[in-house]
Nanobody
Framework: QVQLVESGGGLVHPGGSLRLSCAASGSIFSIYAMEWYRQAPGKQRELVAD???????NYADSVKGRFTISRDNAKNTVSLHMNSLKPEDTAVYYCSADILSVGLEAAYTYWGQGTQVTVSS
């Protein structure tokens, strides 16, 4: 069984910073791509950033230059550093990862439970 657990959400003023973390645990053989998504009320879930195992990154245009995704392969973690936060960044943030479990032949995408980020004065 594989689990992803996020932490680090909260309330922050516009212009502030937050750091989200996500830890994968369980019978993990290898983790491929890791991603952060977000979903605002009444909107579809959108990809915020992703990172390959080798460290290549990709960002949504709306967060480029403000957010940084990183990962620690030894600890099976992924982080999202968010700077210059705006009210429109308010959403539930989810981490996901493509994980090959021990004993299986194919990787599956797993999701965390989500963490709320609210940007408001």
């Amino acid at each position: 069984q594989v689990q992803l657990v996020e932490s680090g959400g909260g309330l922050v003023h516009p212009g502030g910073s937050l750091r989200l973390s996500c830890a994968a645990s369980g019978s993990i053989f290898s983790i491929y791509a890791m991603e952060w998504y977000r979903q605002a009320p009444g909107k579809q879930r959108e990809l915020v950033a992703d990172i390959t195992r080798s460290g290549s990154t990709n960002y949504a245009d709306s967060v480029k230059g403000r957010f940084t995704i990183s990962r620690d392969n030894a600890k099976n973690t992924v982080s999202l550093h968010m700077n210059s936060l705006k009210p429109e960044d308010t959403a539930v943030y989810y981490c996901s990862a493509d994980i090959l479990s021990v004993g299986l032949e194919a990787a599956y995408t797993y999701w965390g439970q989500g963490t709320q980020v609210t940007v408001s004065s």
